[in-house]
């Protein structure tokens, strides 16, 4: 069964660049264009991992996983890859105290972004 993936991401080029990328490797994608949106769609179904944007329109990725974490029960709650532009060292903290399994930093290669996702999967 393949594992399922949510991309919550607001720039649509980047999304369909990362689903696009994803569903070759053999992921199964859903999308979100903002954080309220990945958060409904994140208690709706089960998902493996999250990649999830850090500045998101309505709510950001760090405001998602809070709200994760205060509304789903531990065994429902994904994964989660914070992507975002801003890649100094402080933000990376900030990210990963928020409850962030991961950090990227935007611009990345797809073959940096599969390679993460298979670390992050692997159980």
Excluded: H, W
Aim: overall charge negative; glycine content about 6%; proline content about 5%.
């Amino acid at each position: 069964m393949p594992k399922k993936i949510l991309i919550a991401e607001d720039e649509p080029v980047l999304r369909m660049l990362i689903a696009d990328t994803l569903e070759d490797e053999g992921y199964e994608i859903d999308e979100a264009s903002d954080g309220v949106e990945a958060l409904d769609k994140m208690k709706a179904d089960a998902f493996d991992l999250i990649i999830l944007d850090y500045m998101m329109p309505r709510m950001t990725g760090a405001e998602v996983i809070e709200a994760a974490k205060a509304e789903l029960a531990e065994e429902q709650r994904p994964k989660i890859l914070m992507l975002s532009a801003k890649s100094q060292q402080a933000e990376q903290e900030k990210v990963l105290n928020a409850g962030a399994d991961g950090f990227m930093s935007k611009p990345f290669s797809p073959l940096e972004l599969i390679g993460r996702i298979g670390e992050m999967l692997r159980e």
